[in-house]
């Protein structure tokens, strides 16, 4: 079973970010590492080809100037190979074009299954994985919070408002997983050194067959037009409590349905 | 190793470390015990065996890169590093600087995994700071040797699966001492139950004696070429455990730092923050300049010790230096908190108390003192 994990690199959260002035969009010419939201698919992806005799795990990837640095991270993971694709000309993706280069070279891995996060920790639109599903014409089953498989099968327990709907699919199929389903295994000292020695299959637009004017900045049908600061929080509703503050804590609970 | 890898170590460390460890300090201290899952993830990551040569089923790490390593570990409880400071240090290096090939292949790999836990026994209950007194005897007994004695303080005894003991087997004084790993099961050792300690809770210590324990003539470390090369042995490993305990220190004082800048920008007195007082402000920029100073003294310590230049005189700068620095960063901390900092619960709390073995274990900084002075003054200091 082949199992391939979307994995994004991004810039450190723990670095202050930076807006490029011309697009506006996030400055990525620092080192990045591995977004913390793939790990957990990155996990998930392992246990699930622990499962199945055979399988192996394969990282598929979009960076620029050939960065690897989170790859590796998922590598020392456990995760076999990976497939980076990183061209000049994909400056100023948007989600689609960036659902295009990937569903090109996830194609190339001939997946049974490809996991990917619900969404990016610096991008937020949450929709690149559906669109690599229609892309790769494969199902695709979002916010799973559990995840089996036969090798032919993928059952899903899929998160709602309400509680869980349980989802089977044939495969190949595309399934997003939710943070915090899966503990992420730290990378072994042994894994670290290992991974340096693992193949990472470094591809060009040309390499893919993909035209630089459909993908990329060229190809992008968004574009980030302002960027504005969020609106600063006002102060909060100070309650006196007259004896009926336990009710009114309830109330205000009730009311953002939390109970 | 290179920088990446070295980096993409440190960084997992690191989380693992502040995710998993941080949120359990306080329930190590108080049960007094590392939970099982903390010792396995430490197993798995490969911890019990990072400055264990590679050859051997380690990591390999240059003093320089381990101090790196230490000052992550550093910054929560002492009782993690202790899970497997004994591995890595001072009895892994036991074998590393004293023992034939054939005892370090079949010893060391299974140290370096977590499979074996090794520990340090020199201290005695009558000889601390200087331990060439030591009175705990081996004598041969056919091709083997019988080992008598007590050992106090002795760090993982309580779950030690071999010791390395030095034992007198010649005349009196350092030229007298022999290494022995001794395993934990051997007939007449026993271990006391845990010490009950003032701080580094989780981490053990115990008394061991020696009740006429037999061993073969392959439990002397290096072999017959062994006998009274232990006290060398034994002082080459602690020129490595103190720079080890050095960048301890120094991670502590770090989380230290932290701490106190954390409250001085969080705790309100008189309508603002403490740290808008200026007699706050000094201690805060103490506590940062004595960290600055540490981590650079180990790291150059450390360089030293990895060119070969000096392993004498700078691992006990670097180890005097650092452990009363973190004191007087925990000191510092502890002021800052005020009253709370003096509370059951407040991580400074904690921190103070396990500070205060620093300054006394691996050569208390008195000793450090004296082995400055001596290396530095020569002949002359001793009239």
């Given at each position: 079973m082949h199992v391939v994990v979307c994995v994004k690199q991004i810039p450190d959260p723990a670095a202050p970010a930076a807006l490029k002035p011309d697009t506006r969009t996030l400055d990525r010419s620092g080192k990045l590492i591995l977004d913390d939201s793939d790990s957990y698919g990155v996990e998930m992806a392992l246990q699930l080809a622990g499962n199945v005799e055979g399988s192996e795990v394969i990282l598929v990837s979009m960076a620029p100037g050939g960065e690897t640095s989170g790859l590796r991270t998922a590598l020392a993971m456990g995760a076999s190979k990976a497939i980076l694709v990183s061209d000049d000309a994909l400056a100023g993706s948007d989600a689609l074009s960036t659902a295009k280069v990937l569903a090109a070279a996830i194609r190339r891995a001939e997946p049974d299954l490809v996991i990917a996060a619900t969404e990016s920790t610096d991008g937020y639109t949450g929709t690149v994985p559906v669109q690599i599903a229609e892309l790769l014409d494969m199902p695709s089953v979002t916010f799973a919070k559990r995840v089996t498989t036969d090798g032919s099968t993928v059952t899903v327990e899929r998160q709602t408002e309400a509680g869980y709907d349980d989802v089977e699919s044939p495969m190949p199929v595309v399934v997003t997983v939710t943070a915090g389903v899966v503990e992420p295994r730290y990378p072994s000292f042994k894994g670290i050194m290992a991974a340096k020695t693992k193949p990472v299959d470094v591809l060009s637009l040309a390499d893919l067959g993909l035209d630089p004017a459909q993908v990329g900045g060229a190809g992008?049908?968004?574009?980030?037009v302002d960027v504005a600061d969020a609106e600063s929080r006002g102060a909060g509703e100070i309650v006196v409590d007259d004896g009926d503050g336990a009710q009114r804590i309830v109330a205000f609970l009730e009311q953002l349905k939390v109970i | 190793m290179d920088a990446a890898e070295l980096d993409e170590i440190l960084r997992t460390v690191r989380a693992f470390v502040r995710d998993r460890v941080v949120p359990l300090e306080a329930q190590i201290d108080r049960e007094d015990e590392v939970p099982v899952v903390i010792r396995d993830a430490a197993k798995e990551m490969g911890l019990?065996?990072?400055?264990?040569?590679e050859a051997y089923g380690?990591?390999?790490?240059?003093m320089t890169e381990e101090c790196r390593l230490v000052f992550e570990l550093g910054y929560t409880t002492p009782a993690l590093r202790s899970l497997f400071g004994s591995n890595n240090g001072i009895a892994g290096h036991v074998l590393l600087e004293g023992a034939t090939d054939a005892q370090r292949q079949r010893w060391l790999p299974r140290i370096a995994t977590g499979e074996v836990v090794a520990a340090f026994a020199l201290t005695e209950p009558e000889a601390g700071s200087d331990p060439s007194g030591l009175s705990t005897a081996a004598r041969r007994d056919g091709d083997g040797w019988v080992i008598d004695g007590a050992k106090r303080y002795i760090t993982n005894a309580p779950v030690a699966d071999v010791l390395m003991v030095f034992a007198r087997t010649g005349g009196p004084g350092a030229g007298g001492i022999s290494a022995f790993m001794v395993p934990a099961d051997a007939p007449g050792l026993r271990v006391a139950p845990k010490d009950a300690k003032m701080g580094q809770g989780g981490a053990w210590t115990a008394d061991v004696t020696f009740d006429a324990v037999h061993v073969g003539p392959e439990a002397l470390v290096g072999g017959d070429g062994g006998v009274g090369r232990g006290w060398s042995t034994a002082m080459r490993c602690l020129a490595h455990g103190r720079i080890h305990i050095a960048a301890l220190c120094v991670g502590m004082a770090g989380r230290l730092v932290d701490e106190t800048v954390a409250y001085a920008r969080a705790r309100r007195q008189s309508g603002r923050p403490?740290?808008?007082f200026q007699l706050v402000q000094g201690m805060v920029a103490d506590s940062v300049t004595d960290l600055h100073a540490g981590r650079a003294v180990v790291l150059d310590a450390a360089r030293a010790y990895d060119e070969g230049s000096d392993r004498r005189v700078a691992p006990s700068v670097a180890k005097y230096f650092a452990s009363e620095m973190v004191g007087r960063v925990a000191d510092r901390a502890v002021q800052v908190h005020?009253?709370?900092?003096?509370?059951?619960?407040m991580a400074v709390e904690r921190f103070y108390r396990d500070a205060r073995l620093f300054r006394i274990y691996e050569g208390t900084s008195q000793i450090q003192q004296l082995i400055i002075a001596r290396n530095v003054i020569g002949d002359a200091a001793r009239g």
């Open positions: 992008a049908r968004q574009e980030m | 019990f065996g990072f400055a264990i040569p380690g990591l390999g790490l240059t403490i740290g808008a005020g009253g709370a900092g003096y509370m059951r619960g």
